[in-house]
């Protein structure tokens, strides 16, 4: 069961650089999210999708951008690369269904930026 | 307010001790509530979700209460291996779906 399957695990990028963190899970989940992690705090919600052609803003979109062609793919663009980026990327999906909003992770990508 | 809040700790307890943390919420639509853990520098993993007034599971209670708008975790005879921050998210809102916002989480540090 590969669950939710994030590539890269690791990463490192010079500023301004761009590239896309591919999250795609095989469970038929309509729901995907994507969240940011620094060091010693909370996941923050970058975007999330309800299901493919429909994404929406989290709490901090800024220096992203998402796309959801597929239920299966959520990949993560990140255009000129910042030192503020610098965190661990976590993509989730849930099925959304009522009450079962359980979110099954990926690992995660360590992005380092310099 | 924000959507949710929780105390970060460190919570640090000796081995066997009981210890619980609170965990609040604005949104009163949410019907349903989940407690996840995570590990230092992994993937956070489901621990118990929470549907009507409570749950339990073994050495662990989870308790909602509407009125004021939190939840709470217990966890009792606390285990070195219990070890590890524990996030809160409210989640099923009526009319479909919603952003799964996790609190910022509360540590624990359970010790000899």
């Known amino acids: 069961n590969a669950g939710v399957t994030q590539t890269p695990k690791f990463r490192i990028l010079k500023i301004g650089q761009s590239m896309t963190l591919q999250c795609t899970q095989d469970?038929?989940?309509?729901?995907m999210y994507w969240y940011r992690q620094d060091p010693g705090m909370g996941l923050k919600l970058i975007y999330y999708s309800v299901g493919a052609g429909i994404t929406d803003k989290g709490e901090v979109p800024n220096g992203y951008n998402v796309s959801r062609s597929t239920t299966e793919d959520f990949p993560l663009r990140l255009e000129l690369a910042a030192p503020s980026q610098t965190s661990v990327y976590f993509c989730?999906?849930?099925?959304?269904?009522?009450?079962?909003?359980?979110?099954?992770f990926g690992q995660g990508t360590r992005l380092t930026v310099v | 307010r924000k959507e949710v809040e929780q105390d970060p700790g460190p919570f640090n307890v000796p081995e066997g001790a009981t210890v619980a943390f609170n965990c609040t919420y604005s949104n009163s639509a949410s019907q349903s509530f989940f407690w996840y853990r995570q590990d230092c520098r992994k993937e956070p993993k489901l621990l118990m979700s929470v549907y009507s007034s409570g749950n339990e599971d073994g050495r662990f209670t989870a308790q909602l209460n509407r009125a004021s708008q939190y939840i709470s975790l217990l966890i009792r005879d606390s285990k070195l291996s219990d070890s590890a921050t524990y996030l809160c998210?409210?989640?099923?809102?009526?009319?479909?779906?919603?952003?799964?916002?996790f609190g910022t989480g509360t540590q624990l540090k359970v010790e000899l």
């Open positions: 989730a999906s849930s099925s959304g269904q009522g009450w079962s909003t359980e979110a099954f």
């Open positions: 998210v409210p989640g099923g809102v009526t009319g479909g779906g919603n952003k799964l916002t």
């Open positions: 469970m038929n989940h309509n729901y």
